[in-house]
């Protein structure tokens, strides 16, 4: 059997696969001129509809929310100033009794001072006054030992003088010449 390839034509090897697009006549809507005067009325319609909306509802709420904010605001600041109006208050009073406070325990320290110079003063004192005592009663001592030794190397002075002449001349001095001779060595 033969064929043909390409050789029969019928109705449907000629048919286009075009689709009727469905042009009527203009273009896209919005801008067809028959429709403008429709489009502004809806448009003036959707404006004071959109306007009355957004006046009665919308703009008392932001309104009302702005108005909470700045009264939130404005409290949170005044409530800021009272406190550091305390605060500065506080620390006013506070510097004024550390002053105070230091200035007492200047005072106390200063009292303090005072009473312990005037207390060491009157101990040292006091103690002058015991070691003037005590040093004249040694005095006293020390003069009675001297004037003792004294009158005992006067007389170990006259034995000595009487042995050292003896063993020298062989001669017993009489007493009276050695204390003579000894008072006269002790006065100068």
């Known amino acids: 059997m033969a064929e043909s390839h390409g050789g029969a034509k019928g109705p449907a090897a000629g048919a286009h696969t075009e689709a009727d697009g469905g042009h009527h006549g203009g273009g896209f809507p919005p801008f067809e001129s028959s429709t403008y005067a429709s489009q502004l009325v809806s448009l003036a319609i959707f404006f004071v509809v959109l306007y009355v909306i957004v006046s009665k509802l919308a703009l008392p709420r932001v309104g009302g929310a702005i108005e909470a904010r700045q009264n939130k605001i404005e409290g949170d600041l005044a409530e800021a100033q009272k406190l550091k109006d305390q605060s500065d208050a506080a620390l006013k009073a506070y510097e004024s009794e550390l002053a105070s406070a230091r200035a007492r325990a200047q005072a106390i320290g200063n009292e303090t ?6 207390q060491a003063e009157a101990e040292r004192k006091a103690l002058e006054e015991q070691l003037a005592a005590k040093l004249a009663g040694a ?8 004037a003792t030794a004294m009158s ?3 007389g170990i002075a006259a034995d000595a003088a009487g042995t050292i002449v003896q063993r020298l001349t ?3 001095p009489d007493a009276a010449s050695v204390n003579a ?3 006269a060595s002790l006065k100068g």
């Open 139 to 146: 005095e006293k001592t020390i003069a009675s030992t001297r």
């Open 181 to 183: 001779a000894v008072d």
């Open 113 to 118: 001072r005072e009473k312990l110079n005037a």
């Open 170 to 172: 062989g001669v017993v």
């Open 152 to 154: 005992n190397v006067r």
